[in-house]
């Protein structure tokens, strides 16, 4: 889902602050805040959203909204969610199905790194249930379960949009694609090292052209007119 959203919503994606690899040490004690309030740079990112949706349809701005007080807190405490149903004027259940509903949404603390592992169909079908293996057992955890000292976070997720590039995996904001085996093994040793891996295909293919390079679009494309000159004439 994260990279579904990252595609359709890319100018969020820029605006707003790509904290999760950078924030501080998160506490797994930490029950959120009592009253949650935008910082003043994001109420202006979240009152810009809002001002592009008609009065009507302010709920538009929901995704973004929660997105933008998950990357502020560092998680999705029950108090953001309500000071957005406030200013959505929207039913906090309303506000709170959706936030359980994506997986991208995070309802209580979460490691430094969480890591995101995609099962659906294609990513299962080009082995991403081996990757998940992979993942339990070089960070000990299971899915929904965060290390003690607050490094990692493992999650099993729905599509992230990226399925011709599959098996992916998602790095908090960094979605890694066509990962095999020893590239997983690479990017959670570096993580545990501290260093952040190469987002991106892991195949060593531009995007989702084909594995072999492209095939279409291959050439200089024809100049205005062409074909047309000796119609002209
Ligand atoms: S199924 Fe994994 S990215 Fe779509």
């Known amino acids: 889902m994260l990279g579904i959203f990252k595609r359709a919503l890319p100018r969020i994606s820029i605006l707003a602050n790509r904290t999760l690899c950078k924030k501080a040490a998160p506490d797994a004690s930490d029950q959120g805040p009592e009253k949650f309030k935008f910082n003043e740079r994001n109420m202006e990112r979240a009152k810009m959203i809002m001002s592009t949706f008609p009065e009507a349809e302010q709920r538009g701005a929901l995704m973004a909204l929660l997105d933008i007080a998950q990357r502020q807190y560092g998680w999705l405490p029950v108090t953001a969610i309500k000071e957005v149903s406030n200013m959505l004027k929207l039913d906090p259940f309303a506000v709170w199905e959706v936030a359980t509903f994506y997986t991208m949404f995070n ?71 066509d990962v095999a085996q020893l590239d997983l093994e690479i990017i959670l040793t570096d993580l545990k090292c501290g260093k ?27 100049p ?7 119609l002209c004439k």
Do not use: W
């Not at 205005?224 to 000796?230: E, L, R, S």
């Open 196 to 222: 952040i891996p190469t987002a991106g295909p892991k195949s060593g293919r531009c995007a989702s052209e084909p594995m072999g390079g492209p095939t279409t679009l291959i050439h200089e494309p024809p």
């Open 224 to 230: 205005p007119g062409y074909m047309m000159q000796d």
């Open 107 to 177: 309802l209580k603390p979460v490691g430094k790194y969480c890591v995101s592992v995609c099962t659906t169909t294609p990513c299962y079908l080009r082995g991403s249930d081996d990757l998940l293996k992979t993942c339990k057992s070089m960070l000990n955890l299971k899915p929904g379960e965060t290390s003690k000292d607050m490094q990692f976070t493992l999650k099993e997720t729905y599509c992230m949009g990226a399925c011709v590039n599959a098996p992916c995996l998602a790095v908090n904001d960094d979605l890694f694609e």
